[in-house]
């Protein structure tokens, strides 16, 4: 069966549908992307300094997990965050909590400068400042940071959708992350089939998450 793509509710579903219905844990959830998304930056990128841009919502949650284990496998990473820890909640709190415990580098930016300086001699740049929930134009120093990591020659690669992409409606902010690489999960978003989205999100590779074939198949996945 061809796997249909994905619309901002049916993601939220999906997860809602694997935790509340089959008893798994958002965190496993996280846990199992942050892992698989690492696995492919892992054999995408096989070396050099890696740069993990986080916000403030689970996107952000999955670039500690994936810190985290980049980490683990012997790699030079760094977490660039652009909004306090402490502004985080649910599981994205508790995975930035883990990397901080680890002492993983983590840096808390609080303008563009310290962006400039913390991205300057990365090789590769992940995105996980923004997920498929987000609407409405970029600001701040979640635009900083797209800006700047563009200008960069390193490798981009955006996790579950590219910063300034709406998921329904495949519009492109004017500070959009353009991506060599877009890992996404659980199934393609339905915005990426149109014009504007598809010519930022590179290379596109599936990642699970863990929830069940079941409830896959009921959403076309």
Same mark, same amino acid.
């Given at each position: 069966?061809k796997r249909l793509p994905l619309?901002?509710?049916?993601?939220?579903?999906?997860?809602?549908?694997?935790?509340q219905?089959y008893g798994m844990?958002?965190?496993?959830?996280?846990?199992n992307?942050g892992?698989?998304?690492?696995?492919?930056?892992?054999?995408?990128a096989?070396?050099?300094? %890696?740069i /993990?841009?986080? *916000?403030k919502g689970n996107n952000? @949650?999955?670039g500690?997990v994936?810190?985290?284990?980049?980490d683990?496998?012997?790699?030079?990473?760094?977490?660039i965050?652009?909004v306090?820890t402490?502004a985080?909640s649910?599981d994205a709190?508790a995975?930035?909590?883990?990397a901080l415990?680890?002492d993983?580098d983590?840096h808390v930016?609080?303008?563009?400068?310290?962006?400039?300086?913390?991205?300057?001699?990365?090789d590769?740049i992940?995105?996980?400042?923004?997920g498929?929930?987000?609407t409405?134009?970029?600001?701040?120093l979640?635009?900083?940071?797209?800006?700047?990591?563009?200008?960069?020659q390193a490798?981009?690669?955006? %996790?579950? /959708?590219?910063? *300034?992409?709406?998921v329904d409606? @495949?519009t492109?902010d004017l500070?959009?992350?353009?991506a060599?690489l877009?890992?996404t999960?659980?199934?393609?978003k339905i915005?990426?089939g149109?014009?504007q989205?598809?010519?930022f999100?590179g290379?596109?590779?599936?990642v699970s998450i863990g929830v069940?074939?079941?409830?896959?198949r009921?959403?076309?996945?």
């Amino acid at each position: 069966m061809k796997r249909l793509p994905l619309t901002r509710e049916q993601v939220q579903s999906v997860d809602q549908r694997a935790i509340q219905e089959y008893g798994m844990l958002g965190l496993v959830l996280m846990e199992n992307a942050g892992r698989g998304a690492a696995e492919v930056i892992q054999r995408s990128a096989s070396s050099g300094c %890696i740069i /993990v841009l986080c *916000g403030k919502g689970n996107n952000g @949650g999955d670039g500690y997990v994936i810190a985290r284990h980049l980490d683990l496998m012997g790699r030079d990473v760094r977490v660039i965050s652009v909004v306090p820890t402490d502004a985080l909640s649910g599981d994205a709190a508790a995975n930035a909590n883990i990397a901080l415990r680890a002492d993983l580098d983590v840096h808390v930016v609080e303008n563009q400068a310290e962006i400039e300086q913390l991205v300057g001699d990365a090789d590769v740049i992940v995105d996980c400042l923004l997920g498929t929930g987000a609407t409405g134009p970029l600001r701040g120093l979640y635009a900083d940071a797209v800006r700047i990591a563009n200008r960069t020659q390193a490798t981009r690669i955006a %996790i579950d /959708v590219p910063t *300034g992409i709406d998921v329904d409606t @495949g519009t492109a902010d004017l500070h959009t992350f353009n991506a060599d690489l877009t890992i996404t999960f659980v199934a393609e978003k339905i915005g990426f089939g149109l014009q504007q989205a598809s010519q930022f999100l590179g290379q596109i590779e599936l990642v699970s998450i863990g929830v069940p074939r079941k409830l896959l198949r009921q959403h076309g996945v």
